[in-house]
């Protein structure tokens, strides 16, 4: 009794011969296709791979145990066979690669974990740790930790200890830090001016709202004023409720 052919061993030599007749060229699902003997076992064929073949049931049934004398289905299978093999390669190397850019992304984030611990000596929570990971990826390790570096003129102590709030306020400094690192010369200089300004406005106006101000700034500029007509209405107003009702007549 002949040895029945798997499923997954069928599905194997269909994809290697993508779903493709190799006797009459015709692809599912335009015929029916099926697995074929190269070597007939009638007449000692092997039931292995490199014996299998994909065949339509019409050059299937029509050949029935009769040897092919053509080595073209042979050469074409030997061809496959190759490129299968060399595809394999390229993956395992792909994979070989690939783990170790994982490597290297777990020892990058490491080190910046360990530095940041080391400048404050507090360590990250997992929230922490994931911000880390996607300033790593969006600005890169050294941008981080210098930008890091920077964001230590932040903290403030009591006792000689770095107060916890303090160290979470740095924290969050820390993205925009790289964010403005990463921009052109003249794009740094505008953005540093319109912080100032801003910085300017918490100092002048008892009563403002940091929130309001920051969605309003960004209107104003958006819209194509510039930030010397900024600085010009901020010190037109005398208070914040002013400042408001002055900006948004520019916006409206």
Not at 217 to 243: P, R, T
Request: charged share 30%.
């Amino acid at each position: 009794m002949r040895e029945p052919i798997s499923k997954r061993t069928r599905f194997e030599v269909f994809k290697r011969d993508a779903f493709t007749c190799q006797y009459c060229g015709k692809s599912a699902p335009d015929v029916i296709l099926e697995v074929d003997h190269i070597e007939p076992i009638s007449k000692g064929g092997k039931h292995t791979l490199l014996n299998f073949v994909t065949s339509c049931v019409d050059c299937n049934r029509g050949k029935s145990n009769i040897k092919l004398s053509d080595n073209s289905v042979v050469e074409k299978q030997k061809k496959s066979l190759i490129e299968l093999s060399e595809k394999q390669e390229q993956l395992r190397m792909i994979l070989k690669w690939r783990s170790g850019l994982i490597k290297i992304e777990e020892q990058e984030v490491q080190a910046l974990l360990d530095n940041w611990t080391r400048l404050t000596t507090y360590h990250l929570t997992d929230t922490g740790i994931q911000t880390i990971k996607k300033l790593r990826k969006d600005f890169g390790l050294v941008s981080v930790l210098e930008s890091m570096d920077i964001s230590i003129k932040y903290c403030k102590y009591e006792d000689d200890e770095i107060t916890k709030e303090s160290v979470e306020n740095a924290f969050n400094k820390v993205k925009g830090i790289c964010y403005l690192r990463s921009l052109p010369e003249d794009k740094r200089i505008e953005y540093q001016r319109v912080g100032k300004l801003k910085y300017s406005m918490r100092n002048k106006y008892y009563d403002c709202n940091e929130k309001w101000m920051a969605i309003y700034i960004n209107q104003f500029l958006k819209g194509g004023y510039s930030i010397d007509e900024l600085e010009c209405l901020i010190n037109n107003s005398s208070s914040y409720k002013n400042w408001e009702q002055n900006i948004q007549e520019y916006l409206s």
